[in-house]
């Protein structure tokens, strides 16, 4: 009897343990169903090409569609894709985020070029040490660089010309508005402005000044600048919040004979376009100039020779073309 029991004992005691055994067994398959996809992410992202984006100011609109255009096209081709940039514009902080950048040993930078002549050196840098370099927005000439993707701001300065000189038959007196007067873009721009202008000798730059990318600073200078120069006539500006700050000075002073030119497509600039109160604006493409810049950096990567250039369209958008789309009538 007592062998009996025994066995019995025996029995009960090996299916417990059978089914600890199965129950560890199912246990270690399910916690390896749950832990494989953060595996397989943490791959991913280690295979993944790291890219910098440094932009000029950080929250700015016209740098954030950029960086959407440029993360869309990050996903797309499988790269990991950091943002950064100071809140306001520090040419000195940009050069610090490209250091550090070289430091973290990513695999590729997409930047603004300053023009200048140490950053060009930490770009030379960046590039000797096997990290490609494409500008976007501005170039940097005489640098590494792949490559530059963006407006041709020179062009887009000669158009704007072309526009006053065309609203105003070539008599007038004309006040400037750049966003800064450091930025290269901005002194392309107003140079192909002057070229333009110079052959009408019935048109007079009467005041270039900055808005330093302030609507604020925008409108005060304007104030001041129609207060001093009273004949002024045509109001022109080269960054995206010039031509509100403008608007807003002219409206407050009740200058409504004043004929204003603007720079990209802010919504207060299209709507001021619709109400006929900003003749025209420039727009550039800053989406495309993001996904540009990847589309180019992949090809690279793919042992692909880039054009030492890549002009993206900057169009012309008036009160007849402004709900067309934002195509502009201007497609050169």
Known sequence: MSNRKWNIGIAVLFLLFACFLLSFLFSTVRIRALIQPIFEVNESMEAARHVVFIAQELDNPYWRSIEAGARDASRKYGFLLDYEGPYRINPEEQIKLLEKAIASKVDAVLLQGLNDPRYRSVIDTTVSQGIPVITVDTDEPGSKR????GTDNYEAGKRMGELVAEASSGQGVIAALIGNEASPN??????????????????????VRSSNISRLQAASETEDILSKYPKVGYLVGFSALDGIGMLEAAERTSSGQLRIFAFDDLEETLTGIREGKIMASIVQQPYEIGREAIVQLDAHFQGKKLPKQLYTPANVLNRRTVDDGGNGDDKR
């Open 146 to 149: 792949l490559t530059y993707v």
């Open 186 to 207: 901005q002194q392309l721009r107003l140079n192909g402005f002057r070229e333009v202008i110079g052959r009408y000798p019935g048109l007079a730059v009467a005041q």
